[in-house]
Antibody, heavy 118, light 106 residues
């Protein structure tokens, strides 16, 4: 089965850009039908969808984050990435990557905590 | 709107059934998916498309969806079922999660 692993800085300064990568193993990232997503969870709170990228490289983003989010894929590295610009303390969260199957997420990466602080 | 709502918390006696609801306008016309999240862990899919169990999920977990309410049922609740449960729908090219229900097994 596909396994996913998030990586990136655990600390980001306010107003800077958060950048995370999700590495896919045990499966393909580029064949037709493989789609991917990012979800976040602020400490002690619920899940918030950030966006998806589809095998056609079309993206869809949460309306509340759309102006600051970019999701891209690098098939040669079997990775997809998240960039979130102009971060504030409100962007502090555990960030998860996941495979988008049908219209649900499965499986998920283990998550990575990103703290926004000076 | 595709906002979906869940009770913040609920408790169930050991061995009894737990029913966790997910409400939304005409949610019965949408596919509803359920995730279980234990402390310090990533969410895990337990029900997809209203009532389907992924491989490895016990038969004690089942789901239904009709009208304005989807329901995750956990039969014969065990201590290991204590977790946060989230429902999720896809609508108008966007993903919506419920706020999550904390299930306590007494």
């Amino acid at each position: 089965q596909v396994q996913l692993q998030e990586s990136g800085p655990g600390l980001v300064r306010p107003s800077e850009t958060l950048s995370l990568t999700c590495t896919v193993s045990g499966g393909s990232i580029s064949s037709n039908g493989y789609n991917w997503g990012w979800i976040r969870q602020p400490p002690g709170k619920g899940l918030e969808w950030i966006g998806n990228i589809y095998y056609s490289e079309i993206t869809s983003y949460s309306p509340s984050l759309k102006s600051r989010v970019t999701i891209s894929v690098d098939t040669s590295k079997k990775q997809f990435s998240l960039r979130l610009s102009s971060v504030t303390a409100a962007d502090t969260a555990v960030y998860y990557c996941a495979e988008w199957v049908g219209d649900w997420f499965d499986p998920w990466g283990q998550g990575t905590l990103v703290t926004v602080s000076s | 709107s595709s906002e979906v709502t869940q009770p913040l918390s609920m408790s169930v006696a050991l061995g009894q059934p737990a029913k966790i609801t997910c409400g939304g306008h005409n949610i019965g016309f949408k596919n509803v998916h359920w995730y279980q999240q234990k402390p310090g862990q990533a969410p895990m899919l337990v029900i997809y498309s209203d009532s389907n169990r992924p491989s490895g999920i016990p038969e004690r977990f089942s789901g239904s969806n009709s009208g304005n309410t989807a329901t995750l049922t956990i039969n014969r609740a065990q201590a290991g079922d204590e977790a946060d449960y989230y429902c999720q729908v896809w609508d108008r090219s966007a993903v919506f999660f419920g706020g999550g229900t904390k299930l306590t097994v007494l």
